[in-house]
């Protein structure tokens, strides 16, 4: 089985640096994704990281350390359209199976 | 990537109904996953659909309750049985798309959900 955890809620000020981080314990690390879901939508995919470091996307990045089990999501130049609430999920084993974290909601304020 | 359509998209339900949820993909998966995200929750999967064999379900649900088609590559349906108000829920079916390069990811595509309400 597998353990994740991530912070509640979040509140960061428009234009700021926001980061969220998530923790797991799993018997089976396969990979970790982060994905975005504004109220009342689906989840929509951010980032994926499989090997240890960061990856960047625009003002999105992800860090990954396998050895830690944690992840975090750095939102940089944070806009309103930011709020929302970020999942962290695990994939695990051979049998590909993805479990979400809680997600943790972001507040952007003026 | 997979464009997925979920309906209906909403719906009030009586206690002790059960309602058919149906997931249409615009191209053909081997996978079809369903999850269940209660209020204020994160996602909980309930089972992964294979065309041509039983759905794989997830400790905590049953087939009984929550039975489930996959008559072709593109389709799925979930049925939510015999409800009650701790079924109200969002519903969401979801894709695997290979997003190929160097990560290999097969990133999940989501349905805009299906929201149920028992009283």
């Known amino acids: 089985g597998q353990n994740i955890d991530q912070p509640t809620e979040m509140t960061a000020t428009e234009g700021a640096i926001v980061q969220i981080n998530c923790t797991y314990q799993?018997?089976?690390?396969?990979?970790l994704f982060w994905y975005q879901q504004h109220a009342g939508e689906a989840p929509t995919f951010l980032s994926y990281?499989?090997?240890?470091g960061l990856e960047e996307k625009g003002r999105f990045s992800s860090f990954l350390s396998r050895s830690k089990g944690y992840s975090y999501l750095l939102l940089k130049e944070l806009q309103m359209k930011d709020s929302a609430s970020y999942l962290c999920a695990v994939v695990e084993g051979g049998y590909q199976k993805v479990t979400f974290g809680t997600g943790t909601k972001l507040q952007v304020i003026p | 990537s997979a464009v997925i359509s979920q309906k209906p998209s909403r719906d009030i339900c009586q206690r002790g109904t059960s309602l058919t949820i149906q997931c249409q993909v615009d191209?053909?998966?081997?996978?079809m996953f369903w999850y269940r995200q209660q209020p204020g929750q994160s996602l909980t999967l309930i089972a992964t659909a294979n065309q041509g064999s039983e759905a794989t379900y997830e400790s905590g649900f049953v087939i009984d309750k929550f039975p489930i088609s996959r008559p072709n590559l593109t389709f799925s349906t979930l049925t939510v049985s015999n409800m009650s108000p701790e079924d109200s829920s969002i519903y969401l079916c979801?894709?695997?798309?290979?997003?190929?390069?160097?990560?290999?990811?097969?990133?999940?595509?989501f349905g805009a959900g299906s929201r149920l309400t028992v009283l």
């Open positions: 191209s053909q998966v081997t996978m």
């Open positions: 979801s894709v695997e798309d290979p997003q190929g390069g160097l990560s290999g990811a097969n990133v999940l595509t």
């Open positions: 799993t018997s089976g690390f396969n990979g």
């Open positions: 990281n499989v090997l240890d």
